[in-house]
């Protein structure tokens, strides 16, 4: 007596991938005909020959093989493919510049001298980035001590307290996290600029940033606070435990590492923003360990500078400086994937 | 004889809160109204600032386009006029060929990390485009100017080439570079992870019943897509797509280094002049005078109301999610 054997229809056998290997082959080879025997040319016409032929290949492939809805299918799954791509391609293209561009900036030099006796334009091995790097890192500890208690307060309120003003903050939250930059610039030059500061600092600047990041940093840390099981705060008040001392001891430290990452991207949105630094810091060229005084200089500032100084040396050193953030960025990216992998720790 | 102890009195059963929690409910709230009072105080200060010259300029200052001061050798301001008519367009502009070419592409990577992506890609797919997300805008400038602008001044002369015909796609002088269209290639590129994300968290949220029912009844998966997903994520879609309208309109650095500013209201986009308020106040910041940034203040007032009330919209469009749909 035999038994029906389960099969899985819908695993690609080896023929189906041989098939579909032999379309994309065939695919390259007419468009590469294609390019060459009619007027089209450069990668634009190859790129789009080549994913036209694949469309139409995979779509007649499907019709041969099952009819016109397969067909329709088969042609979709293409095009989606080459959305995802594109939406890859210039981040590919970004990185690859950045590398090849930035790592003929990086000498030794760059990161123990600042530009107080250089210009953009001189060679690369006169001045570097010590300014920069030094007040980038002021500013993002000045906005992160500032905005930190404010986001998480505002997380607070919206998962603890979950008060009458909830609807109303989570919609201001979301309509401060559009505010473009430019104007935390101006708000901080015609409200604590021009009447009472009256010169460039460091402050200004991360007064500004906060005001950036306070969304980033309000959002994330609702989201983790929001996993956070309800058990834990049930059992926090049942054993007597006021509200204050549930969540101060309780709720916060279950959450930490979450917290932590919504501080991380948090810096991650504001450690390259340039435009409100273009108005409120002034961009020292020596190094400035006083926020408070006088003008700061940051790589985002830095960067503009060097590029707008225009000659190769200054566009390398703009390269070099981008490297160095994009690397930062890069990092505190990672460190917070890693961290928020485990959501809910202890 | 033991001394008799007194019970200890019994504890006063109330549902009020004690003072150390009343504390923190206030501290908390004070916090979390932080957003409204920063809002409320940057439309108050801007408004301040700018009063003047709005006042002075009515609503000329959106309707014309000529900006210029003159001022004396004491430093008095002689005349002035002040139109943001034409940044206000070239901002729309720009913003709105970022999203008709982001749209497409956002959906279609959407759909592919949702149904067709292997979830290896998917988790490493995910993680790049939330990184480039956070890349810094004046990296997008930088790149845009010295890598993509010549490839998008090559793109514009093929569509000028084949499609002059459309009055916005004319060239009149012929000079392509820094135009509308590549600062829109640009801001595209910036806004694709953010609607790309807001579309893949939509379509995720597709109830799996129906999902399962379409393919029960012999949908093929885009068969399936169409039917279910698309219906049903739409809202959010939409959505999705005015937030990156939002994020490009208040664009500042990336659009400066790669768009031609000038001062007259131009809709042909492939021609090398173009407008944006953010723009206009980094250009026009550094050698202003006092009246004139005022006049500069009063032009962030208005950037801040649009991508105000676009991202509101944007908000309210979200939410709707799921109520639409079969």
């Given at each position: 007596m035999s038994t029906v054997q389960p099969t899985r229809p819908w695993v690609a056998t080896t023929a189906d991938r041989v098939r579909d290997g032999l379309i994309f082959v065939v695919s390259i080879a007419i468009s590469y005909g294609l390019v060459a025997a009619t007027p089209l040319k450069g990668k634009l016409a190859y790129f789009f020959t080549f994913f036209a032929i694949l469309t139409l290949a995979n779509g007649l492939n499907g019709f041969l093989r099952y009819g016109f809805a397969a067909a329709k299918d088969a042609a979709i799954k293409t095009l989606v493919g080459v959305g995802a791509l594109l939406t890859v391609m210039p981040i590919a293209s970004i990185l690859a510049t950045v590398i090849s561009k930035g790592y003929k900036g990086i000498k030794p030099n760059l990161f123990t001298q600042d530009m107080s006796l250089a210009t953009?334009?001189?060679?690369?091995?006169?001045?570097?980035?010590l300014h920069a790097i030094s007040g980038t890192l002021i500013l993002v500890f000045l906005s992160l001590i500032m905005s930190v208690p404010l986001g998480i307060l505002t997380a607070l309120y919206l998962t603890?307290?979950?008060?009458?003003?909830s609807k109303p903050i989570k919609f201001l939250v979301q309509a401060m996290s559009g505010v473009p930059s430019i104007v935390a610039g101006l708000f901080i030059l015609s409200?604590?600029?021009?009447?009472?500061?009256k010169g460039y600092s460091g402050f200004m600047g991360a007064l500004a940033l906060t005001i950036l990041m306070i969304p980033t940093v309000a959002r994330t840390s609702e989201e983790v606070l929001n996993l956070i099981p309800q058990d834990l705060r049930e059992a926090g008040t049942a054993l007597g435990g006021t509200q204050w001392r549930t969540v101060a001891m309780i709720v916060l430290p279950a959450a930490r590492s979450g917290l932590i990452t919504a501080m991380i991207l948090g810096v991650a949105r504001i450690a390259g923003e340039t435009a409100p630094l273009l108005l409120l810091?002034?961009?020292?060229?020596k190094v400035n360990?006083?926020?408070?005084h006088d003008p700061i200089g940051s790589l985002p500032y830095y960067i503009w500078k060097s590029f707008n100084a225009g000659s190769e040396e200054a566009i390398t050193r703009a390269w070099a400086g981008l490297l160095v953030l994009v690397v930062l960025i890069l990092i505190l990216f990672t460190t917070a994937r890693f961290l928020s992998t485990r959501k809910v720790s202890r | 004889m033991l001394s008799m102890t007194t019970a200890p009195a019994p504890r006063e059963i109330t549902t009020q809160p004690r003072r150390s929690d009343r504390i923190f409910r206030r501290v908390v709230t004070a916090g979390g109204l932080s957003s409204l009072v920063i809002l409320s105080l940057i439309t108050i200060f801007l408004a301040y600032r700018g009063f003047e010259v709005l006042r002075q300029e009515?609503?000329?200052?959106?309707?014309?386009?000529q900006w210029s001061i003159t001022t004396d050798d004491a430093g008095n301001v002689v005349e002035s006029h002040f139109g943001l008519a034409a940044m206000l367009v070239g901002t729309i502009l720009c913003a709105f060929i970022a999203v008709v070419i982001a749209l497409p592409i956002s959906v279609a990577s959407a759909l592919f990390l949702n149904f067709y992506s292997p979830q290896w890609l998917k988790k490493f797919l995910v993680a790049v485009i939330d990184m480039m997300a956070a890349f810094p805008s004046i990296l997008f400038g930088i790149w845009g100017f010295l890598v993509l602008m010549p490839s998008a001044e090559y793109w514009a002369k093929i569509l000028n080439h084949h499609l002059g015909f459309i009055p916005v796609l004319k060239i009149a002088p012929y000079v392509v570079t820094r135009s509308p269209f590549v600062a829109g290639v640009v801001l595209a590129i910036m806004i694709i992870p953010i609607i790309t994300s807001v579309s893949r968290e939509v379509f995720s949220q597709t109830p799996l019943d129906r999902i399962q029912a379409a393919y029960a009844l012999g949908a093929t998966r885009w068969g399936m897509i169409k039917a279910v997903v698309l219906p049903y994520g739409r809202s959010g879609v939409i959505g999705g797509a005015m937030l990156g309208l939002g994020r490009a309109m208040g664009e500042t650095v990336a659009v400066f280094t790669v768009l031609n500013i000038v001062f007259q209201v131009n809709?042909?986009?492939?021609?090398g002049a173009g407008g944006n308020v953010a723009s206009l106040i980094i250009l026009k910041?550094?050698?202003?005078s006092p009246y004139e940034i005022k006049a500069l203040m009063a032009a962030g007032l208005v950037l801040f109301i649009l991508t105000l009330m676009v991202n509101a919209i944007a908000d309210l469009i979200v939410k709707k999610t799921g109520k639409s749909g079969r």
């Open positions: 953009p334009t001189d060679p690369l091995n006169n001045g570097g980035i603890e307290i979950k008060g009458r003003f409200a604590v600029l021009y009447p009472i500061t810091t002034g961009g020292g060229d360990g006083n926020p408070f | 009515g609503l000329r200052f959106i309707t014309s386009s809709w042909h986009i492939l021609l910041f550094g050698e202003a």
